[in-house]
């Protein structure tokens, strides 16, 4: 059995609420809802004179409804919320396309909005809404007065409104007279003028005929190019390097995608608080958009603690300090601490150690690029080996879009193993290089879209005078069904290869293991590897993953979920299907805002002595 408890971080600052898993700590009286000097409970019952998505936008737009099993403020603040009701249900219909739509109110039997708001009304008091959506309108005549030329720039393209349902014969809804707007606006804008603007918007809704007529009219605006950037609100931030960061050229010209990435590139350095572009009243006679950049810088440290427990590998902990922005321009240092195998009997022989600390340099050559330095020391005890090592690597890493990520530079290791090999000193320099394409829609909890990463690691062993390289490639993809995707399947594909000498001049860490959360659940971490033939499992050459999982919904918090996952890890050649371990189990998830809680309980289904009967695992996100 293994469960884990999720570490947290906290601030080096004052003392403030905060909550984890619904549970408040260090929570000031000041912050909670003030109490209602004079409570007016109410029922209420709403009655709407349609089905489907009209019943449903009718349902969700009423706050008498939403807030029905709490107390309002009084009558008066009864009342008000009566009276709100009445403009968010006809917005809803028109949102649905119902312009001659009726509602009524009547708290108490009388329509709210002929009652006062000092009335005495009883404790509880009945109120009933009862909504007729009337007749659909549909579009007759659409009208786009200078609507944006059509590019061939892929990156300038935007759909045009008839794609958003904007066109004779269609659904007459309120949201999509906005949203032909807004791609209006938008499709001016990807071509540079970053004033575009709705001048009139006239709706006409004929009820005799059930039509509407809309004209909208935009004026685009003079082209623009960016400005000049100024920085305000920074502390110990240098303001020319916030302004570097954005990536925004004066005299380009203007792009809203540039104005996006610029922000992303803010939210990357993980110093502020928050950080805003905002652009000048107007475009200057030169054609130029100034913009200001208003920041709001973070503290500069943070701490945080976490801990887990297995009842094989008994109590860990660990902790880390992060110092944010040690020289003016973004810089990072984060050291990180471990103890792990805290088992009973006590035995500090069988603990495991992990210290190490990382440096991160943002906008090394570019404002994707960053200089990441790592040193660490650890001692760890496998189920197949024992390692005490030193380590350390210094590269770069690029975001070149979005999606892809570059990585590469050079490390070097000092190691002492203890396996089947017996005690064995290693000394490996070499080089590292990665690339991760993440076209997932989520990358805690996808539903559609794939995930690919590449890792390749030429290296030199020193003590023993061999060349060799490891490269693995893994692969994710999601498939979403139903509306809003509340069934899920999932699949991962790991393969691994390493091209050196014999197994026993390879050091153990460069070497395939398999088993373990990450990898074949319902086995031991790294317990999946080469038997020598007496027994003894070392690692191997080759490694092949597969996992599959089905998830489901079962609530709009609690989800289930059934998996298989398979593991072959060979020494020269792929093994046979005996070889193949395998693993399955069933889970449950609990969403939240942060990700969904993840609780999977696996069991091997070809066993072999020394497996546990079954695993559990805990953790915060999918398992892939």
């Known amino acids: ?48 004179n349609a089905t489907g998505d009209v019943e449903s936008a009718v349902r969700n737009a009423s706050a008498l409804v939403a807030d029905q099993n709490e107390p309002a403020s009084g009558a008066a603040g009864l009342l008000a919320k009566a009276r709100g009701d009445y403009r968010r249900i006809v917005a809803a219909l028109y949102n649905e396309g119902h312009y001659g739509g009726t509602v009524s109110i009547r708290v108490g039997g009388v329509e709210a909005a002929n009652l006062a708001p000092d009335v005495d009304l009883p404790d509880p008091v009945d109120v009933a809404v009862v909504v007729d959506p009337g007749p659909l309108f549909r579009f007759s005549s659409v009208n786009l007065i200078n609507q944006a030329v059509p590019t061939s720039d892929s990156f300038d393209h935007v759909e045009p409104p008839l794609s958003a349902g904007f066109g004779t014969g269609e659904i007459a809804k309120s949201s999509v007279i906005l949203r032909a707007e807004q791609l209006a606006l938008e ?22 005929s059930q039509l509407v007529d809309v004209t909208i009219t935009v004026n685009p605006g003079p082209k623009a190019a960016f400005g000049a950037v100024t920085v305000t609100g920074t502390e110990r931030m240098d303001p020319e390097f916030v302004r ?3 990536g925004l050229t004066e005299g380009e010209e203007y792009d809203p995608d540039e104005l996006a990435l610029a922000q992303r590139r803010l939210d990357r350095l993980e110093v502020f608080r928050a950080a805003r572009l905002e652009a000048a009243e107007a475009i200057g006679s030169d054609g130029l958009l100034p913009y200001n950049l208003i920041v709001q810088e973070l503290p500069g440290r943070r701490f945080g603690v976490g801990a ?18 040690l020289f003016g321009q973004a810089e990072r240092l984060r050291l990180d601490a471990r103890v792990a195998s805290i088992a009973w009997p006590i035995d500090t022989a069988q603990f495991d150690y992990f210290f190490g600390g990382t440096f991160t340099k943002p906008g090394m050559f570019t404002p994707d690029t960053d200089l990441i330095a790592a040193v660490s020391a650890e001692r760890t ?29 050079t490390q070097f290791e ?58 693995t490639v893994e692969g994710r993809t999601y498939f979403g069904f139903g509306e809003d995707d509340p069934f899920v399947l999932a699949g991962r594909l790991k393969v691994g ?37 007496a027994g003894v499992i070392t690692g191997g050459r080759y490694l092949l993953e597969a996992s599959i999982e089905a998830r489901a919904k079962v609530t709009e918090d609690i989800g289930v979920v059934g998996f298989v996952d398979g593991g072959y890890v060979a020494a020269d050649v792929f093994p046979a299907l005996t070889d193949l371990r395998i693993g399955a189990g069933v889970g449950v998830r609990y969403y939240t805002g942060l990700g969904p809680l993840r609780l999977d309980v696996a069991v091997p289904l070809n066993k072999r002595a020394g497996d546990p009967d079954y695993a559990l695992y805990v953790g915060i996100g999918q398992a892939f």
């Open 244 to 246: 570097r960061q954005t």
């Open 497 to 533: 290869a390493l091209v050196g000498p014999s197994l026993a001049e390879i050091p153990p860490d460069k070497l395939f293991f398999a088993g373990g959360g990450g990898s074949v659940r319902g086995y031991g971490f790294k317990s999946i590897g080469v038997d020598n033939g």
């Open 1 to 48: 059995m293994c469960v884990a408890l999720a570490g947290f971080g906290v601030t080096a600052a004052p003392v403030a609420a905060f909550e984890i898993f619904g549970m408040k700590f260090f929570e000031d009286e000041s912050d909670a809802d003030a109490v209602i000097a004079d409570p007016q409970p109410y029922s209420v019952i709403i009655t709407v």
């Open 414 to 471: 000092i190691n002492r193993f203890d396996d089947a090999f017996g005690t064995r000193d290693f000394k490996t320099v070499g080089l590292y290089g990665g690339a991760v394409l993440d076209f997932r829609n989520d990358s805690v909890d996808a539903t559609s879209g794939w995930y690919g990463a590449v890792n390749l690691e030429p290296f030199y062993e020193l003590n023993y005078g061999n060349a060799a390289a490891r490269m």
């Open 187 to 208: 499709a001016w804008r990807q071509q540079g003028h970053a004033k575009a603007a709705i001048v009139s918007r006239d709706v006409v809704a004929d009820h005799a």
């Open 308 to 325: 887990n427990y297995s009842t094989v590998d008994g109590l860990g902990l660990e902790a880390f300090h992060l110092w944010r922005n």
């Open 381 to 409: 005890i496998y189920p197949t080996y024992s390692e005490t090592s030193a380590a350390g690597r210094v590269g770069l890493t690029h975001m070149l879009s979005d999606q892809i990520t570059l990585e590469g530079g």
